[in-house]
């Protein structure tokens, strides 16, 4: 996340310099967002055994996140299962954003009303790398054609006592220089709003499933 970070603050170094009139403001913000932008990525290996290990055990970008639900696994899985894009907070005001705008077919960022965000996922371009439901569930997508870069997701659930933890993680792997070069810089901008959607699709779940256990 720093690094999106730094380009945001060059970017508006930038647009501040060109207001202002300021040479030297407007060319540490032009070399600061040239460098953010272009900062080479670093290549991972997974260490552990989880599906998403097997399933993507190199990768460059990633992002995790997780949350407590107070529900038992399968009851965790239906609602990752069921959830919807109308139950994630700025889903829709985000992802509007990052097709500019275009309506167009129907896909994960531009789904369809009241229906699951998964299955508009697998109906759309994604496809199931590892099923282990109640335990772990991995989708992924190939987003540089043709397969240059390939992007996988998890939702995985451990047990703790009466507690579960929910823990997603989003993997992106591309398979040369020129797709990592222009992947990188795509990423450092969505990144943010990508963790928002990340954070609120995990609150969504919970909710959802310990509604459940309530018999709500």
């Known amino acids: ?7 945001y603050l060059s970017a508006l ?11 030297r403001l407007l060319a540490a913000g032009l070399a ?34 997780e949350t407590e639900v107070a529900a038992d696994p399968n009851r965790i899985f239906d609602a990752i299962k069921s959830v919807r ?23 994960i960022l531009n789904p ?6 998964l299955d508009v996922a697998l109906r759309s371009g994604f496809f199931v790398m ?17 397969n240059r870069a ?13 507690r579960c933890r929910l823990i997603t993680e989003t993997r992106v792997h591309a398979t040369d220089a020129a797709a990592r070069r222009r992947f990188a810089i795509y990423w450092r901008i969505i990144h943010p709003g990508s963790d928002i959607i990340r954070r609120s699709w995990l609150h969504a779940i919970r909710l959802r499933a310990e509604s459940s256990a309530l018999g709500r």
């Open 1 to 7: 996340m720093i690094d999106s970070i730094l380009l």
């Open 13 to 23: 170094f930038t647009i501040a310099g060109a207001i202002r009139r300021d040479k």
């Open 32 to 65: 600061g967002t040239a460098i953010t932008a272009l900062w080479p990525a670093r290549e991972r290996r997974a260490t552990g055994t989880t599906q998403l290990d097997r399933a993507m055990p190199v990768w460059e970008f990633d992002e995790i996140h």
């Open 85 to 107: 894009a109308e139950d994630i907070a700025f889903f829709r005001a985000l992802t509007a954003i990052r097709r500019g705008g275009r309506r167009g077919p129907e896909t």
């Open 112 to 117: 369809a009303r009241n229906q699951p965000i």
């Open 130 to 146: 590892a099923d282990d439901t109640p335990h772990e569930i991995v989708i992924g997508s190939i987003i540089i054609r043709p």
């Open 150 to 162: 390939v992007a996988a997701m998890n939702f995985r659930v451990i047990p703790e006592g009466t």
